[in-house]
């Protein structure tokens, strides 16, 4: 399986952008999609999940701005990310995993990352 980010850029505080993770072969569909995010300096943290069943789940420093989707038909994952705030800069990454109840656990398969960076 192989992961591909994209959809990063620079962006001015209050704006959008939309982050797209194309994924190759099968296991996509069966798979729970989680989006993280790495600051400089700071350990890569967990921002959204979304199960195969459709449930989301998110973190609570984007709740009500950001919104995580899956289209399976295309194999392809999306972070729709709105007002902006610059401590929202790092690098995002997807994930395929699965959902353990309300918990996600991160598989093997990564992206390799996309910049996102909110400045004005």
């Known amino acids: 399986v192989q992961l591909q980010a994209s959809g990063g850029g620079l962006v001015q505080p209050g704006g959008s952008l939309r982050l797209s993770c194309a994924a190759s072969g099968s296991l996509f569909r069966l798979s729970a999609i989680g989006w993280y995010r790495q600051a400089p300096g700071e350990q890569r943290e967990l921002v959204a999940t979304?199960?195969?069943?459709?449930?989301?789940d998110y973190k609570d420093f984007v709740r009500g701005r950001f919104t995580i989707s899956r289209d399976d038909a295309k194999n392809t994952a999306y972070l729709q990310m709105n007002s902006l705030k610059p401590e929202d800069t790092a690098v995002y990454y997807c994930?395929?995993?699965?959902?353990?109840?309300?918990?996600?656990?991160?598989?093997?398969?990564w992206g390799q990352g996309t910049q996102v960076t909110v400045s004005s």
């Open positions: 994930n395929l995993g699965h959902m353990i109840g309300v918990y996600y656990y991160p598989g093997n398969y």
């Open positions: 979304l199960g195969n069943t459709g449930t989301a």
